[in-house]
């Protein structure tokens, strides 16, 4: 069994900042790309950014010079440095990683389980 644990939201003020953590554990051989994604009641969840391998990054335009992903392959973990944070962010973040683990041939998605971010104006 794959487990992903999600770290690091809670309450902040407009301009401050937040880092957000997500470790995979189990049987994992390798990963893939990894990335955050957000939702709010009512909307479909939107990509915030993503991450491969490589390091390379993808980002929202809405959070583009602002957060910034980070991945430790050796600990199969990314983090979401938030900063700047407006009241618009406000969301439920989920961390999302393409695993490979013991006895596939394949890479699946896993999602963690979601934190609360809470932006106040």
């Known amino acids: 069994q794959v487990q992903l644990v999600e770290s690091g939201g809670g309450l902040v003020q407009a301009g401050g900042s937040l880092r957000l953590s997500c470790a995979a554990s189990?049987?994992?051989?390798?990963?893939?790309?990894m990335g955050w994604f957000r939702q709010t009641p009512g909307k479909q969840r939107e990509l915030v950014a993503t991450?491969?391998?490589?390091?390379?990054?993808n980002y929202a335009d809405s959070v583009k010079g602002r957060f910034t992903i980070s991945r430790d392959n050796a600990k199969n973990t990314v983090y979401l440095q938030m900063n700047s944070l407006k009241p618009e962010d406000t969301a439920v973040y989920y961390c999302?990683?393409?695993?490979?683990?013991?006895?596939?041939?394949?890479?699946?998605?896993?999602w963690g389980q979601g934190t609360q971010v809470t932006v106040s104006s």
């Open positions: 999302k990683q393409d695993l490979l683990v013991i006895g596939s041939s394949f890479y699946y998605t896993h």
């Open positions: 991450i491969i391998s490589s390091g390379s990054a």
């Open positions: 189990g049987s994992i051989i390798s990963v893939s790309t």
